[in-house]
């Protein structure tokens, strides 16, 4: 190599990254498959907000009364979310009428001393279980009325030997809220999984069409890995970016999971998980496909790193099924089952900063000696043209001949 060329192969570093990773961001992101397969998962995403979102919280039950003023049933009246909107039915017909048609949640219908409860199949269970106390407390009250039993002193009595709550434990989310943090933790992943085959076939592609050799000619292999890997991750970023400013907007705007999404704080600690167990991943899924020289190897190559990223999903989903079993608590720790253990920690049981930096920091050290491993195999192979190249071989220490 001549003193003149010297430099441009030996140039900065940083500059040498940047500029791969500015290519690669402009080939991901400027593609139509980016943009439809980005705007159809935002379209899938609201669609499953909208259809399974819990609006209990910001839309109050609808109640009709026929029969008895609807004081009688209203006074105290709790509807889960929120106060139940109480309203007056002309008779029983019309009570039915518009329960049927989803004017009302449910209605009461009163004669003498008798209640029918009116609801459709599918009314909200703070409609049930409201218009179910009511009821309850409407017949009781009719009872003690007929033992001439003094209801304003029954009530002040049970009143004061009602107990007081006393809250121990973690404060953790119900079903619902762990459901939806575990459907963040799902998304993130398929993130990984699809970004990661996306610069193994960018890798294959440049390999087959003998483009990386002009590429090496000015750049090093691990710097060229490098800025390909931070490229598909930023356009990875992006479109995760856009995934959760579709869902603010249909949270703050479409009043769904108003109470149980997952906080801001939750979702940016989810994000953070996902640079580093991209970048855990990444690098593995570059050094395979640097083994092969044809697009159609490229499954073959790649088959054991995606094995080896569905054992944390399944190991995740596992853990979901109880957060606070011992097992857990340890390999919440342990790359690279952190990355999706400890966003549902954080999001089901508040898990602090101690604990995710103590695994963030794992994780990143071990992300690194990954990242090692593979930029020796990529650069033992991303040259190496014809059959396809074990991983063993590409570990070795001979590091054999290269073709050009």
């Known amino acids: 190599m001549s003193a003149e060329a010297r430099p441009t192969r030996t140039a900065s570093a940083s500059t040498a990254v940047w500029l791969v990773t500015c290519r690669e961001i402009a080939a991901r992101v400027g593609t139509r498959s980016f943009v439809v397969g980005t705007l159809v998962n935002i379209a899938v995403i609201l669609g499953l907000l909208f259809a399974f979102g819990s609006r209990d919280g910001d839309a109050p039950p609808v109640i009709l009364v026929s029969g008895a003023p609807v004081a009688a049933f ?18 029983a017909a019309e009570a039915r009428r518009k329960v ?8 009461l219908v009163t004669d003498g001393d008798r209640t029918r409860l009116i609801l459709r199949h599918n009314s909200p269970a703070a409609a049930r279980d409201a218009a179910a106390a009511a009821a309850e407390r409407w017949a009781t009250s009719r009872a003690l009325q007929r033992q001439n039993v003094d209801e304003e002193r029954l009530h002040g009595l049970v009143a004061e030997a009602l107990p007081a709550p006393e809250l121990v434990g973690d404060p953790a989310l119900g079903g619902t809220g762990l459901g939806a943090a575990l459907g963040v933790v799902t998304i993130l992943f398929f993130q990984i999984f699809g970004y990661g085959m996306t610069v193994a076939q960018g890798v294959v592609e440049e390999k087959s069409t003998r483009v990386v050799e002009v590429l090496l000619a000015t750049l090093t292999p691990l710097r060229l890995m490098t800025g390909k890997v931070l490229g598909i991750g930023a356009a990875a970023l992006l479109q995760i970016a856009l995934f959760g400013g579709s869902v603010v907007v249909a949270v703050r705007f479409g009043h769904v999971l108003p109470a149980t999404f997952p906080a801001g704080a939750t979702m940016a600690a989810a994000v953070a998980w996902f640079v580093l167990g991209f970048a855990f991943f990444a690098f593995l899924f570059a050094a395979a496909g640097s083994l092969v020289s044809r697009a159609e190897e490229v499954s073959g190559a790649v088959m054991p790193v995606l094995m080896a990223t569905m054992v944390p999903f399944g190991v995740a989903v596992a853990a ?20 999706l253990i400890m966003p549902l920690q954080a999001s089901a049981h508040g898990a602090g900063w101690a604990e995710n930096l103590t695994a963030a920091a794992l994780m990143a050290v071990a992300a690194a000696g990954l990242a090692v491993v593979a930029a020796r195999v990529y650069e033992r192979s991303i040259l190496r043209m014809g059959s396809a190249i074990r991983w063993r071989s590409a570990l070795g220490s001979h590091r054999g001949p290269i073709a050009g």
Do not use: C, N
């Open 74 to 91: 209203s006074t105290g009246s709790p509807s889960g979310g929120g106060t139940a909107q109480w309203e007056t039915a002309a008779d």
């Open 320 to 339: 979901a099924m109880d957060l606070e079993a011992p097992w857990v608590g340890v390999v919440q720790y342990v790359p690279p089952f952190s990355m």
């Open 100 to 107: 049927t048609d989803k004017d009302a949640d449910a209605a």
